[in-house]
């Protein structure tokens, strides 16, 4: 679950966010659509605070009150290290009194317990930020050793990832070996690997063709049922979500101008719908 | 200064000035901290260290041949004219270990591990990598920077052992070809008058300038902002503040130890 109230981003004269409020619960699947800046990107950085809202907070559940409670007091990089996919714990936020779990506000957290509840977010950059002296494999696993798995077991870990992506045979090649699709597909491994609970993919699908981004659209709705946590996907063009996304919300300078399910979205009923369909249409 | 007072024009600079010198503070404050952190990469400052070092030698080492030639051949006016032969092993020894090797080191340290350093922490930070540290739970500081900046110590102060005796040695070939000036007499006179405070004095500037340079780059590199442009942008930042800042800490030194 996660759960933003009234974000806003200022950088300079820009307005990227401006009071935007976003709640999605467990096994959503929310498209973030937009025209080129209206703040896609800064949104889903704002989520997990890779920026810092000026105003309004990000929750997550404490879902796991106890691992994640016990994980937030033990340094960042000593998550349990037997298993750190285990979430055996659940997702729901149910306190095992049965009463609603506490939410977890991030915007209150200090650097370091930032750090630790990283490990339940994986995100995507737009721009890929790979780590370009690692291979693909290292790319994916390097998340994971540092959270203080065994190098084997992380090896095995993003070998399996990398094939769920189509990219077991790219394993020992560096990024820059890489064609642009595949680069892709190794931003969205090494994103999920560690089975997020929050999964913040930003548009995975600049610049490949249809099929790519319809293949790419699939990775991400299998890993999502699988998983079974919140995932987020930002794109420019709606297309590839019609078919996986539960909800589209359409940012429009940095504002919500419309929160739909797909199919309802894709009727353009809605007059701002409408306006961006046409956009990205004619685009 | 269109439109703005001169009075406005040297408070925002002043400004800048020192919100730059206070990022530069904690930045060291971190870097200084970082190996005492659990996650500090040992394995990366060896590697850069090396690097670091490698990169460096070869200019390093015909600049350092070059400048131990030249200190004797300017002595030599003095030493035939006056008749002190005696004293230039000392001269080139006290030279070269307490000013030019570490002076030397730096500035060609500045200009090719300095830049390429803020290069490459630059084009990470504009294509998200530090970013995407962060978003594993990383911090760039402790995994990436500080051992980038504790190697850069390290390397530099094994340059400016090395240069040293590369020019200590062309400097005593110098004497001999054009003072005639036989290598048993040079190096008397540099055994028996060059104190060990002249190394140490030079072991710490070289300690100081290596500080300067690692802060510098890595500060340069950290803050950029922009695309391609912005990436040589701080390259060349780099080094021009890291030239400027190590002649000034050479001047302050000079006058301390
Ligand atoms: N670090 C930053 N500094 C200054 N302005 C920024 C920064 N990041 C984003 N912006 C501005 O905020 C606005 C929203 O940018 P954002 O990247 O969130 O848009 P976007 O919807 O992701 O666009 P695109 O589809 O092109 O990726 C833009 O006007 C952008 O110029
Ligand atoms: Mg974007």
Redesign the pocket.
């Given at each position: 679950m996660i759960d933003a109230e009234h974000l806003t981003?200022q950088?300079?004269e820009?307005r990227?966010?401006d009071d935007v409020s976003l709640h999605v619960e467990p096994g959503e699947l929310v498209g973030i659509v937009?025209?080129?800046?209206?703040?896609?990107?800064?949104?889903l950085?704002t989520l997990c605070l890779l920026?810092r809202p000026d105003q309004g907070r990000v929750r997550i559940g404490a879902g796991a009150s106890a691992s994640s409670m016990a994980m937030l007091r033990r340094p960042s990089d000593q998550t349990d290290p037997s298993d750190p996919t285990d979430r055996s714990d659940g997702i729901a936020g149910d306190a095992p009194d049965g009463s609603a779990a506490p939410l977890l506000d991030l915007t209150t957290l200090s650097a370091r317990d930032l750090a630790a509840v990283r490990a339940r977010f994986g995100f995507s950059f737009?721009n890929l930020a790979l780590f370009d002296q690692l291979t693909a494999e290292e790319n994916v696993s390097f998340a994971l050793v540092r959270r203080g798995m065994a190098d084997a077991d992380a090896r095995l870990r993003a070998r399996a990832q990398l094939k769920a992506v189509g990219l077991e045979s790219a394993a020992e090649k560096l990024p820059h070996e890489l064609s642009g699709g595949m680069r892709r597909r190794l931003a969205l491994a090494r994103a999920m690997v560690a089975r997020p609970e929050v999964g913040l993919y930003?548009?995975p699908f600049v610049g490949l063709d249809p099929v790519a981004c319809a293949r790419i659209a699939r990775f991400i709705a299998r890993e999502h049922r699988e998983v079974g946590g919140v995932t987020l996907v930002?794109a420019?063009d709606p297309a590839p979500l019609f078919a996986v996304a539960t909800r589209l919300v359409l940012?429009e300078e940095?504002s919500i101008a419309a929160d739909l399910p797909p199919d309802e979205f894709a009727r353009a009923a809605d007059p701002a719908v409408a306006r961006y369909l046409g956009r990205s249409r004619a685009a | 200064m269109n439109g703005e007072s001169a009075l406005g024009w040297v408070g925002r600079h002043v400004l800048g000035f020192t919100s730059e010198v206070g990022a530069l503070l904690l930045l060291l404050l971190r870097v200084a901290r970082a190996p005492f952190s659990r996650t500090f990469e040992w394995k990366e400052l060896l590697r850069q260290t090396r690097a670091f070092g490698v990169e460096s030698l070869v200019v390093l080492g015909s600049t350092a041949a070059l400048v131990g030639g030249i200190l004797v051949i300017q002595a030599g006016l003095y030493v035939r004219r006056l008749g002190v032969q005696e004293l230039v092993g000392w001269a080139a020894g006290f030279g070269i270990l307490r000013d030019v090797g570490p002076l030397v080191a730096g500035l060609v340290f500045s200009g090719r591990v300095g830049s390429r350093n803020a290069a490459e922490l630059a084009s990470m930070a504009t294509r998200d990598q530090l970013l995407g540290l962060r978003a594993v739970g990383v911090d760039s500081v402790t995994t990436l920077v500080a051992p980038r900046a504790h190697a850069m110590v390290v390397s530099l102060v094994a340059l400016y052992f090395i240069g040293s005796v590369i020019s200590i040695a062309t400097a005593g070939g110098t004497a001999a070809a054009l003072l005639h000036i036989g290598w048993p007499d040079f190096w008397r006179s540099f055994v028996e008058r060059t104190r060990l405070a002249d190394l140490a004095s030079g072991t710490l500037k070289s300690v100081l300038f290596a500080m300067a340079v690692a802060l510098i780059s890595c500060h340069e590199g950290l803050s950029v902002?922009g695309g391609a442009v912005a990436v040589g942008e701080a390259a060349k930042k780099s080094v021009v503040t890291s030239a400027l800042v190590i002649v000034i800490l050479d001047l302050v030194a000079a006058q301390v130890f």
């Open positions: 981003v950088f300079g820009r990227a966010l937009g025209v080129a800046a209206s703040g896609k990107t800064t949104l950085k920026v737009q930003d548009d930002a420019g940012l940095g | 902002s």
